[in-house]
C-alpha cells in the first residue's frame, strides 16, 4: 500500500458525460501527478499540481481538467467524454515540487469505462 | 518525440533465476531513471532508481544499471521469485521533472515455476 489513495475505483458511464476522479496524496506529500493508462498509448503523464497550484502539463486534453484543494487531495475532472477515454487514470504523489530523486508513488487507479 | 522503450514486450524465466529487463532511452538530456513494478490491478509501485551521474545502483534482490553511452538502462533480479510476476516499466525524466515521468511500454516478466 503505498499511501495514496483514489476514488472510485471503478466508474462507468456513457458518451458526453462527465465525471471527476478524486485522489488524497501520501501524508506529507505536497505534489499530485495524474496519468493515463492505456493499451494503445501506455502510461502517460497529464498534469501535476504542488501545494496548490499547476506545476508541469502533459498530455491532458482540453476537456480534461484537475485542481489541488487547500487540504492537498486532487480532482480530476473529464468532461465530453469519448469512448477512447477509457482507460485506467493513476494519481501519484510525491513529497516536493518534482524533479530527480523526489520519488512518485502511485495511487491504485480508478478504471473508466465510457460506453 | 523522444520517447523511452522496451526491447522485450514479454519475457519468461525459470523460478529461482535471475532476470534482467531492458530498456532503451532516446532523450540525451534525461537525468534520472525510475524502475517501477506493475502487478495486475494496481498502480505502478517503485522498484529503484538512478541518477544520470551513476552507472550502476542495487537494492534488495535487484541492481540498475545505466549506460550513458548508448542510452541503456537494465533492471536485474536476483534469484526471481513468484512474486516478482508483474509487468516492469522503466521511466525518465529530464528538465527537473517539467515534462513528469516518460514510461516505456512496460516488459511483461513470467516465472515458470
Known amino acids: 500500500d503505498s499511501g495514496v489513495t483514489q476514488t472510485p475505483k471503478h466508474l462507468i458511464t456513457a458518451t458526453g458525460q462527465r465525471v471527476t476522479l478524486r485522489c488524497s496524496p501520501r501524508?506529507?506529500?505536497?505534489?499530485v501527478y495524474w496519468y493515463q493508462q492505456s493499451l494503445d498509448q501506455g502510461l502517460q503523464f497529464l498534469i501535476q499540481y504542488y501545494n496548490g497550484e499547476e506545476r508541469a502539463k502533459g498530455n491532458i486534453l482540453e476537456r480534461f481538467s484537475a485542481q489541488q484543494f487547500p487540504d492537498l487531495h486532487s480532482e480530476l475532472n473529464l468532461s465530453s467524454l469519448e469512448l477512447g477515454d477509457s482507460a485506467l487514470y493513476f494519481c501519484?504523489?510525491?513529497?516536493?515540487?518534482?524533479?530527480?530523486?523526489?520519488?512518485?508513488?502511485f495511487g491504485p487507479g480508478t478504471r473508466l469505462t465510457v460506453l | 518525440g523522444e520517447s523511452v522503450g522496451l526491447h522485450l514486450p514479454t519475457l519468461s524465466v525459470q523460478e529461482g533465476d535471475n532476470s534482467i529487463i531492458n530498456c532503451a532511452y532516446s532523450n540525451s538530456a534525461s537525468d534520472y531513471f525510475i524502475w517501477y513494478k506493475q502487478e495486475s490491478g494496481k498502480g505502478p509501485q517503485f522498484i529503484i532508481d538512478?541518477?544520470?551521474?551513476?552507472d550502476k545502483r542495487q537494492g534488495q534482490r535487484v541492481t540498475v544499471l545505466l549506460n550513458k553511452t548508448v542510452k541503456h538502462l537494465s533492471l536485474q533480479i536476483a534469484a526471481t521469485q513468484p512474486g516478482d510476476s508483474a509487468v516492469y516499466f522503466c521511466?525518465?525524466?529530464?528538465?527537473?521533472?517539467?515534462?513528469?515521468?516518460?514510461f516505456g511500454k512496460g516488459t511483461h516478466l513470467i516465472i515458470q515455476p
Open positions: 538512478i541518477r544520470s551521474n551513476m
Open positions: 501519484a504523489s510525491s513529497v516536493m515540487a518534482g524533479g530527480s530523486t523526489d520519488t512518485q508513488y
Open positions: 521511466a525518465e525524466m529530464s528538465g527537473g521533472g517539467a515534462d513528469g515521468l516518460t
Open positions: 501524508s506529507g506529500d505536497l505534489s
